[in-house]
Protein backbone atom coordinates (compact mmCIF):
# COMPACT_ATOMS: atom_id res chain seq x y z
CA UNK A 1 0.00 0.00 0.00
CA UNK A 2 0.89 3.36 -0.66
CA UNK A 3 -0.11 6.25 1.77
CA UNK A 4 -0.47 9.94 0.79
CA UNK A 5 -0.71 12.97 3.46
CA UNK A 6 -1.59 15.84 2.07
CA UNK A 7 -0.42 19.44 3.53
CA UNK A 8 -0.32 23.41 3.15
CA UNK A 9 -4.17 24.36 2.35
CA UNK A 10 -5.37 27.39 4.18
CA UNK A 11 -7.23 30.55 3.59
CA UNK A 12 -6.26 32.79 1.24
CA UNK A 13 -7.13 36.41 -0.52
CA UNK A 14 -8.37 36.33 -4.57
CA UNK A 15 -4.70 36.83 -6.01
CA UNK A 16 -2.86 35.11 -3.49
CA UNK A 17 -0.51 31.83 -3.14
CA UNK A 18 -0.39 28.66 -1.67
CA UNK A 19 1.48 26.05 -1.87
CA UNK A 20 0.42 21.93 -1.18
CA UNK A 21 2.31 19.58 -0.86
CA UNK A 22 2.25 15.26 -0.57
CA UNK A 23 4.29 13.48 1.03
CA UNK A 24 3.89 9.53 0.16
CA UNK A 25 5.39 6.63 2.37
CA UNK A 26 4.60 2.90 1.95
CA UNK A 27 5.53 0.89 -1.43
CA UNK A 28 6.31 4.26 -2.76
CA UNK A 29 8.66 2.43 -5.84
CA UNK A 30 5.28 1.46 -6.90
CA UNK A 31 4.65 4.99 -7.83
CA UNK A 32 6.10 6.94 -11.14
CA UNK A 33 3.08 9.10 -11.49
CA UNK A 34 1.91 11.75 -9.12
CA UNK A 35 -0.83 14.27 -9.54
CA UNK A 36 -3.65 16.45 -7.87
CA UNK A 37 -7.33 16.73 -7.95
CA UNK A 38 -9.65 18.95 -6.19
CA UNK A 39 -13.45 18.56 -5.33
CA UNK A 40 -16.41 20.64 -4.20
CA UNK A 41 -19.65 19.82 -2.54
CA UNK A 42 -21.89 18.41 -5.34
CA UNK A 43 -19.39 18.10 -8.05
CA UNK A 44 -17.52 15.58 -9.38
CA UNK A 45 -13.25 15.72 -8.92
CA UNK A 46 -11.71 17.67 -11.20
CA UNK A 47 -8.12 16.84 -12.16
CA UNK A 48 -5.80 19.76 -12.31
CA UNK A 49 -2.01 18.40 -12.65
CA UNK A 50 0.43 15.19 -12.89
CA UNK A 51 3.93 14.18 -13.08
CA UNK A 52 5.83 11.50 -13.96
CA UNK A 53 8.18 11.15 -10.51
CA UNK A 54 11.03 8.96 -12.09
CA UNK A 55 11.48 11.85 -14.66
CA UNK A 56 9.79 14.64 -13.52
CA UNK A 57 8.22 15.33 -16.73
CA UNK A 58 5.40 14.56 -18.55
CA UNK A 59 3.85 16.99 -16.56
CA UNK A 60 -0.34 17.76 -17.73
CA UNK A 61 -2.32 20.31 -16.58
CA UNK A 62 -5.80 21.23 -16.19
CA UNK A 63 -7.35 24.02 -18.68
CA UNK A 64 -8.50 25.39 -15.31
CA UNK A 65 -5.00 26.03 -13.70
CA UNK A 66 -2.76 26.45 -16.92
CA UNK A 67 -0.23 29.26 -16.62
CA UNK A 68 -1.25 29.74 -12.70
CA UNK A 69 -0.31 26.02 -10.99
CA UNK A 70 2.35 24.48 -10.79
CA UNK A 71 3.55 20.90 -9.99
CA UNK A 72 6.40 19.74 -8.92
CA UNK A 73 8.14 16.72 -7.65
CA UNK A 74 9.67 16.39 -3.82
CA UNK A 75 12.47 13.67 -4.50
CA UNK A 76 13.11 13.92 -0.54
CA UNK A 77 9.82 12.66 0.60
CA UNK A 78 8.83 10.85 -2.61
CA UNK A 79 5.85 13.28 -3.02
CA UNK A 80 4.99 16.21 -4.77
CA UNK A 81 4.34 19.68 -4.73
CA UNK A 82 1.32 22.04 -5.85
CA UNK A 83 2.45 25.75 -6.41
CA UNK A 84 -0.79 27.45 -6.75
CA UNK A 85 -0.93 31.18 -7.95
CA UNK A 86 -3.79 33.77 -8.79
CA UNK A 87 -5.48 32.43 -6.99
CA UNK A 88 -9.64 32.63 -7.49
CA UNK A 89 -12.52 32.04 -5.46
CA UNK A 90 -13.42 29.27 -7.85
CA UNK A 91 -10.57 27.66 -7.17
CA UNK A 92 -11.63 27.26 -3.37
CA UNK A 93 -12.13 22.98 -2.84
CA UNK A 94 -10.87 20.00 -1.26
CA UNK A 95 -7.84 19.12 -3.20
CA UNK A 96 -6.44 15.85 -3.12
CA UNK A 97 -2.79 14.25 -3.61
CA UNK A 98 -3.14 10.75 -6.20
CA UNK A 99 -0.66 8.41 -6.82
CA UNK A 100 -0.39 5.89 -9.59
CA UNK A 101 2.02 3.10 -11.27
CA UNK A 102 2.25 4.75 -14.54
CA UNK A 103 1.05 7.72 -15.88
CA UNK A 104 -1.49 7.51 -18.20
CA UNK A 105 -3.08 9.59 -20.93
CA UNK A 106 -5.06 12.59 -19.26
CA UNK A 107 -6.02 13.88 -15.78
CA UNK A 108 -8.96 10.80 -15.46
CA UNK A 109 -9.03 9.21 -11.71
CA UNK A 110 -9.09 5.67 -13.27
CA UNK A 111 -4.90 6.47 -13.79
CA UNK A 112 -4.74 6.57 -10.06
CA UNK A 113 -4.95 3.82 -7.22
CA UNK A 114 -3.85 5.54 -4.09
CA UNK A 115 -5.26 8.60 -2.92
CA UNK A 116 -5.10 11.00 0.13
CA UNK A 117 -7.52 12.60 2.77
CA UNK A 118 -7.78 16.14 0.96
CA UNK A 119 -6.63 19.58 2.38
CA UNK A 120 -9.63 22.40 2.49
CA UNK A 121 -8.39 25.51 0.00
CA UNK A 122 -10.96 28.67 0.89
CA UNK A 123 -10.21 31.72 -1.30
CA UNK A 124 -12.11 35.08 -0.19
CA UNK A 125 -12.81 37.43 -2.88
Known amino acids: QVQLVESGGGSVQAGGSLRLSCAAS????????MGWFRQVPGKEREGLARINTITGGDTLYADSVKGRFTITRDTARSGVHLQMNSLKPEDAAMYFC?????????????????WGQGTQVTVSS
Open 98 to 114: AAGTICVPGLEEKGFGY
Open 26 to 33: GYTHRVSC
